[in-house]
């Protein structure tokens, strides 16, 4: 079956240490995204990427990093610099341009800063 | 920019009872509107969408009209089950735009 897949499903981090949260989609998307979901808020964009090789900042990129180097990989890492990276994770992505499309979403992963 | 407001939660109602979730949108031009739900620990899965103007989406006893003279996508459901009890987000995409903005989420609780 088509899907997105997010691993791991539960992440313990300490302070200072940076932490990879995988992203992998067998749809053929085209876009990929990251998203940050907080208790009792909505999701806010960290970084989407239209094409492989490319990517771009979206409202809160500050304190994360990610890499686009194969269509079905969108990996964000959680550095250091994040002060506050407790939060739930969601990966998405989308067919490709055109505003018809609807976001495809992973299960999510939790990752908890001890 | 985009925006979308809904409706805050939490909203608790009984079994057989009537939804309405109102959302509300700011946007140029045309955009595409959607209504997600999230499930305890889950991710977010496509309830019902529109792509223009008087396009009512509908989807599992769910529906959403989309009203361009008032910027509006409320969902609502006739009559709602214990297994609707989710968080529900309403998110609109903008022409030509490949990024989704979200509301804020409203948690349902449904009583038995």
């Known amino acids: 079956d088509g899907g997105i897949t997010q691993s791991p499903k539960y992440l313990f981090r300490k302070e200072g240490q940076n932490v990879t949260l995988s992203c992998e989609q067998n749809?053929?998307?085209?876009?990929m995204y990251w998203y940050r979901q907080d208790p009792g808020q909505g999701l806010r964009l960290i970084y989407y990427s239209q094409i492989v090789n490319d990517f771009q900042k979206g409202d809160i990129a500050e304190g994360y990093s990610v890499s686009r180097e194969k269509k079905e990989s969108f990996p964000l890492t959680v550095t250091s610099a994040q002060k506050n990276p407790t939060a739930f994770y969601l990966c998405?992505?989308?067919?490709?341009?055109?505003?018809?499309?609807?976001?495809?979403f992973g299960e999510g992963s939790r990752l908890t800063v001890l | 920019g985009n925006s979308v407001t809904q409706m805050e939660g939490p909203v608790t109602l009984s079994e057989e009872a009537f939804l309405t979730i109102n959302c509300t949108y700011t946007?140029?031009?045309?955009?595409?509107l959607f209504w997600y739900v999230q499930y305890p620990g889950e991710g977010l899965q496509l309830l019902l969408k529109a792509t223009k103007a008087d396009d009512k989406g509908s989807n599992k006893g769910f529906e959403a009209t989309y009203r361009k003279e008032t910027t509006s996508f409320h969902l609502e459901k006739g009559s709602v089950q214990v297994s609707d009890s989710a968080v529900y987000f309403c998110a609109l995409r903008g022409h030509n735009d490949y990024k989704l903005s979200f509301g804020a989420g409203t948690t349902v609780t449904v009583r038995a």
């Open positions: 749809l053929n998307h085209d876009a």
């Open positions: 998405a992505s989308v067919m490709g341009q055109g505003n018809t499309g609807e976001l495809f």
């Open positions: 946007a140029t031009g045309y955009p595409s």
